[in-house]
T-cell receptor
Framework: DGGITQSPKYLFRKEGQNVTLSCEQN?????MYWYRQDPGQGLRLIYY???????QKGDIAEGYSVSREKKESFPLTVTSAQKNPTAFYLC???????????FGPGTRLLVL | DAKTTQPTSMDCAEGRAANLPCNHS???????VYWYRQIHSQGPQYIIH?????ETNEMASLIITEDRKSSTLILPHATLRDTAVYYC???????????WGLGTSLAVNP
């Protein structure tokens, strides 16, 4: 099946710990995105990457880091510097000649 | 970057058409209007997008006014599975950033 996968579905983190969220796509898409969603809110852009080995900060990048070593993978690390990390995290990808972003199922992060 | 305004919530009877409005009065000439929906605790699902002309696909129709300052998403025969939050979004800039608002919570009632 082609698509975008995110793992795990639920993730628990202790305060002060870094945690990495996985996003993989087999759609051969060049661009990938990470969004954060808080309850009752729209999505906010954390980071995006338009090509391998390149990425840019979105609107709320502080406390997060990413890498794009492979076209199909765009992991997001939530660092201890992120003061309010509890949220629903969504990954998306888009083909080079397409206008549409396609989303994964999301990872819900809860800080204990 | 253009912003959108949508009603907070709407109701629709099952089997009837659901018409979801969106205002985007500051939209630029080269910005597309996108519609996504999100069922609770799932990733957003793409529905349709357009620039100037009306568009139709297997899911919905998109009607864009001639001045492009507003649009309407039409679900022709709403079902219970169409209950979701519907987001009207404009695409900004060359990086294809999507600017998300709060959306409209559509409840389809039996």
């Amino acid at each position: 099946d082609g698509g975008i996968t995110q793992s795990p579905k639920y993730l628990f983190r202790k305060e002060g710990q870094n945690v990495t969220l996985s996003c993989e796509q087999n759609l051969n898409h060049d661009a990938m995105y990470w969004y954060r969603q808080d309850p009752g809110q729209g999505l906010r852009l954390i980071y995006y990457s338009q090509i391998v080995n390149d990425f840019q900060k979105g609107d709320i990048a502080e406390g997060y880091s990413v890498s794009r070593e492979k076209k199909e993978s765009f992991p997001l690390t939530v660092t201890s510097a992120q003061k309010n990390p509890t949220a629903f995290y969504l990954c998306a990808s888009r083909g080079a000649s397409q206008e549409t972003q396609y989303f994964g199922p999301g990872t819900r992060l809860l800080v204990l | 970057d253009a912003k959108t305004t949508q009603p907070t919530s709407m109701d629709c009877a099952e089997g009837r058409a659901a018409n979801l409005p969106c205002n985007h009065s500051t939209i630029s000439g080269n910005e597309y209007v996108y519609w996504y929906r999100q069922i609770h605790s799932q990733g957003p699902q793409y529905i349709i997008h357009g620039l100037k002309n009306n568009e139709t696909n297997e899911m919905a129709s998109l009607i864009i006014t001639e001045d492009r300052k507003s649009s309407t998403l039409i679900l022709p025969h709403a079902t219970l599975r169409d209950t979701a939050v519907y987001y009207c979004i404009v695409r900004a800039g060359n990086n294809r950033k999507l600017i998300w608002g709060l959306g409209t919570s559509l409840a389809v009632n039996p």
